[in-house]
């Protein structure tokens, strides 16, 4: 028993792994949630919009979204650390036969990780995932590695292994801008387990995303001036508000800092020191000059490009070791360990490879600008949806094909949304009133993207529905589509009360 549990020493060790992501992620997440509540009172206090709206401000202190939106970091960084040590693990034991100093150089190489991710300041848990997630994960590997070397049942491993390249191979050549939203609308849209899926995603992802935004890429922003002229503070508010940063009065700390001293701004983000500007060259072009504070503190971009590598990379993989891991352990009720863990990945290799394959072909077809009205009354949804992103692709007016009375009414989630963006580039009279109908789609994607639409339209009656839709709604990926088209129509922030 003990030989076979410790055969399955990539499982165990990724799950070690991703507990500890998942415990530190947890909390990460909760401490970002409640900053964030406590710039959301402040900006609410100061009598400005909050995005999120006040139904979603309440869960904000809730173990729920703290957990889930945890999940996010566990299955990117935290898988990408744990299979990065695993293979570390590997080679030591495996190649170089455990030589102590191939130790010293991954001592090396996991300080100077540690050190570049908090070159631009420190970062508590960021450092905390580098530096518990590796040793654990390493000296499970190794502790059951060791076993078997001493049970003689050093397995033919590159077996297991090839199959994994082959795939990832495969994954690669399925990559392009479109991915992402060609594996939604395939696999999640259109059935009601994938549909729940993507609600979970879309429901929780935004609090992990908080995070590690720069200040470019969040919605709303706090700043706090300190100026003895009036006339200053208030051009500076007025000037601030136009990039969303809400001028605040509360104890909290800001997201931009101002002290006016003699002809000069000097701007500051967490207390930190980012950038001084002539005060006449930051009214020449205030927006250049946040932009370029904007850019110079922001300290979370290594971060997020290894997050993000780590989510294409980390997350498949572990899925695919978890349901090895499963496959292996029922197979072995009825074959040895060796067996049971090649016919595992046999298995695993062969449903993988068709549905990547399955994947390339439901994402490929052949739509010009002379078979799109055939596509379009085509009996395959995924032929009407291909004809639709083609049209917003090209900008083509979607009411000009006899069709369209019929997509307006379609059950297909992927499809309405694909409607409704094309409705984005309309200027048909009556699709102004369609898109407005979509506001009411029970589904989030849908509702959201006819929020997008109506940003792009630019029909600035629009406004009293999309202020609707923030206060009723207590989606904050909605709200957060909805706050985008009312920049889009040239709102700006101005007191509620």
């Known amino acids: 028993m003990r030989e076979r549990l410790n055969s399955l020493y990539p499982l165990s060790s990724l799950l070690i792994g991703l507990t500890l992501a998942q415990i530190l992620a947890t909390v990460h997440v909760y401490l970002s949630n409640t900053a964030l509540y406590d710039s959301l009172l402040a900006i609410k206090d100061a009598g400005y919009l909050t995005i999120p709206n006040s139904h979603v401000m309440r869960q904000l202190g809730n173990a729920a979204p703290a957990f889930f939106g945890g999940l996010f970091f566990t299955f990117s960084i935290g898988a990408g650390i744990s299979f990065f040590s695993l293979f570390l693990a590997w080679i030591w034991d495996r190649l170089f036969y455990r030589k102590i100093f191939l130790l010293y150089v991954f001592l090396t190489l996991w300080v100077v990780c540690l050190a570049a991710f908090n070159f631009h300041g420190f970062k508590l848990f960021v450092t905390l995932y580098f530096l518990l997630i590796p040793p654990a994960v390493f000296f499970a590997a190794e502790k059951q590695m060791s076993y078997l070397n001493r049970k003689n049942r050093r397995s033919n491993e590159i077996l297991h292994i090839i199959p994994v390249i082959l795939l990832a191979l495969s994954l690669a050549w399925q990559i392009d801008s479109r991915m992402f939203t060609d594996f939604r609308d395939i696999y999640l849209l259109s059935n009601p387990v994938g549909s729940k899926i993507n609600n979970f995603y879309y429901k929780y992802t935004l609090y992990p995303a908080e995070v590690f935004k720069s200040l470019n890429q969040k919605m709303l922003k706090t700043a706090m001036i300190e100026s003895q002229n009036p006339d200053i503070t208030r051009m500076l508010e007025n000037n601030f508000i136009n990039d969303d940063y809400i001028p605040v009065r509360r104890n909290i700390d800001p997201d931009l800092q101002v002290v006016s001293t003699g002809d000069d701004f000097i701007l500051k983000s967490d207390e930190r020191f980012v950038l001084r500007i002539p005060a006449k060259k930051f009214f020449h072009d205030p927006h250049s000059a946040i932009a370029q504070f904007e850019q110079m503190s922001d300290t979370w971009a290594f971060f997020r490009q290894i997050t993000m590598f780590s989510l294409l990379s980390g997350f498949p993989l572990a899925v695919y070791v978890i349901v090895h891991g ?31 394959f399955s994947f390339q072909f439901n994402r490929t077809r052949n739509i010009s600008e002379r078979n799109i009205a055939e596509a379009l009354q085509s009996g395959r949804w995924q032929d009407r949806v291909a004809a639709l992103k083609f049209i917003d ?105």
């Open 326 to 356: 499963i496959i292996s352990i029922l197979l072995g009720i009825f074959f040895k360990s060796k067996t049971s863990s090649l016919l595992a990945s046999i298995l695993c290799f062969v449903v993988c490879l068709v549905f990547i």
């Open 393 to 497: 692709a090209k900008g083509l007016e979607i009411k000009q094909f006899h069709s369209y009375p019929e997509l307006l009414k379609s059950d297909h989630i992927a499809e309405r949304y694909w409607v409704v963006r094309t409705l984005a580039n309309s200027r048909k009279p009556g699709t102004y009133r369609d898109l407005l109908g979509f506001l009411d789609d029970t589904h989030p994607n849908v509702a959201s993207m006819a929020l997008y639409g109506l940003g792009r339209r630019g029909n600035k009656e629009a406004i009293d529905e999309i202020m609707q839709a923030i206060k009723a709604s207590d989606d904050w990926y909605l709200q957060w589509y909805a706050y985008r088209a009312l920049r889009a129509l040239g709102w700006r922030q101005t007191k509620l009360n």
